[in-house]
Nanobody
Framework: QVQLVESGGGLVQAGGSLRLSCAAS????????MGWFRQAPGKERDFVAA????????YYADSVKGRFTISRDNAKNTVYLQMNSLKPEDAAVYYC????????????????WGQGTQVTVSS
């Protein structure tokens, strides 16, 4: 089992940057694909990015390609989401998730979730 705790959210102006972190407990962190999702009020929880166990493969939603970067440090049991050139439409609660499936890009394919961290982008 994996427990996930996100941090790094906050208020930023449009065009600014934030780096989210997700700290995981458990000795098997390196076995999981890690993903980031986001959910705005009244909307579904949408896929943002994912990274495979080694960090060699990453996947992004079209809406964040070229602006967001997912990375992981297995020695620290942590996954990161660097968010640059933020837009007001990026505002949401961001969730970290873990999956043992291959190429998981939907919320149904993830088994463990953090509590989320709020990102607010002012225009």
């Amino acid at each position: 089992q994996v427990q996930l705790v996100e941090s790094g959210g906050g208020l930023v102006q449009a065009g600014g940057s934030l780096r989210l972190s997700c700290a995981a407990s458990g000795r098997t962190f390196g076995s999981y694909v890690m993903g980031w999702f986001r959910q705005a009020p009244g909307k579904e929880r949408d896929f943002v990015a994912a990274i495979n166990w080694s960090g060699a493969h990453t996947y992004y939603a079209d809406s964040v390609k070229g602006r967001f970067t997912i990375s992981r440090d297995n020695a620290k049991n942590t996954v990161y989401l660097q968010m640059n050139s933020l837009k007001p439409e990026d505002a949401a609660v961001y969730y970290c998730a873990a999956s043992l499936r291959s190429l998981p890009t939907t919320r149904f394919e993830y088994d463990y979730w953090g509590q989320g961290t709020q990102v607010t982008v002012s225009s």
